[in-house]
């Protein structure tokens, strides 16, 4: 088992930045591809960002690339997703996932385990 819980969410004026990030408890966590994904009232959950074991592989959203950015902290048990010039429609509850897998999934089906959520509202 794999514990994630996300945190740094709030409310953000548009252009704006957020930090959020995910701490993990249980397994070893550098055994994990880490993902973000996002979900708006009324829409599906979607893939935000990846990042491999070591870091070394990233994988971004068409939406978010340049603005956001995934880092991850193996010796704090730790991923982050700075996020800025952040625009209304980055509104969203955010969540972190662990996926055993090699590669950097993008579909939430393949990831293992789940962080409860954070809010991200950004106000134009």
């Known amino acids: 088992q794999v514990q994630l819980v996300e945190s740094g969410g709030g409310l953000v004026q548009a252009g704006g930045s957020l930090r959020l990030s995910c701490a993990a408890s249980?397994?070893?966590?550098?055994?994990?591809?880490m993902g973000w994904f996002r979900q708006a009232p009324g829409k599906e959950r979607d893939f935000v960002g990846g990042?491999?074991?070591?870091?070394?592989?990233?994988k971004y959203a068409d939406s978010v690339k340049g603005r956001f950015t995934i880092s991850r902290d193996n010796a704090k048990n730790t991923v982050y997703l700075q996020m800025n010039s952040l625009k209304p429609e980055d509104t969203a509850v955010y969540y972190c996932?662990?996926?055993?897998?090699?590669?950097?999934?993008?579909?939430?089906?393949?990831?293992?385990?789940w962080g409860q959520g954070t809010q991200v509202t950004v106000s134009s």
């Open positions: 996932a662990a996926d055993r897998a090699d590669s950097i999934a993008v579909s939430g089906y393949e990831y293992d385990y």
């Open positions: 249980g397994r070893t966590f550098s055994n994990y591809v």
């Open positions: 990042i491999s074991r070591t870091g070394g592989s990233l």
